[in-house]
């Protein structure tokens, strides 16, 4: 092959991976938020299963009653709640999102469990009676452009939170008290939080991991 017919393959192979690489890039996105919407909803259906067993009611309801719970969750220790579900999780993988880079999954519930492996909320103010409550969903909310920290989220109707670029590109995934799992925008996620808030008093608590 002589020098130009080597600088034209060369070429043709650096548009054609110009050309195929972000088509991959895409696919393996969207792969990637269909595999976290299957973890929102397998996680989902654990609440309504580990509610089924102990009289309708949902893990964070008995915390609620269990003063020594309630202090580990409050100081920003949401594991605790995910460990008293590990029957009907079977696996701490389906607590962590394919895109989130800032959480690791877990091999199991007990040895170096933590926050670190954890990548949704828990609403601790859900419960059957309420079926357009906030139950769980992706964790990366934002403030006034700052990313929430660890620990117990008082929310109401006029507090302007955004999802993060991160994971989803600016929105996410979150599951329903009626077992409905959604990938929402911005704007579907204020009004989740909207009819959550409605049902309850003024505010919603979400515990971020």
């Known amino acids: 092959m002589t020098l130009i017919e080597v600088l034209v393959v060369v070429f043709l192979i650096v548009l054609l991976a110009a050309l195929l690489l972000p088509a991959l890039a895409a696919a393996k996105r969207k792969s990637s938020h269909i595999n976290c919407i299957n973890n929102v909803k397998q996680t989902a259906l ?49 607590l962590i999102c394919p895109m989130d880079t800032e959480h690791i ?22 419960t059957e009676n309420n079926p357009q409550n906030l139950l769980i969903g992706d964790d990366n909310f934002a403030i006034d452009g700052k990313p929430v920290q660890p620990g117990i989220l008082n929310l109401a109707t006029n507090v302007p939170i955004t999802w993060t670029a991160a994971r989803h590109k ?28 409605a049902t309850n008093t003024l505010t919603v608590r979400l515990v971020i991991p």
């Open 170 to 197: 600016f929105s996410g995934n979150i599951a329903l008290t009626d077992g409905s799992v959604q990938q929402t925008t911005i704007a579907g996620l204020n009004t989740a939080l909207a009819n959550s808030v």
């Open 46 to 94: 654990a609440f309504r299963i580990w509610e089924g067993d102990n009289g309708d009611k949902y893990p964070m309801q008995y915390a609620a009653t269990n003063s020594e719970m309630m202090k580990l969750i409050s100081g920003g220790n949401a594991y605790v709640l995910w460990q008293s579900m590990s029957n009907e999780l079977s696996t701490p993988k389906v």
């Open 105 to 126: 999954a877990a091999n199991n519930f007990s040895t170096g469990f933590n926050d670190a492996n954890i990548s949704y909320f828990f609403s601790l103010d859900a």
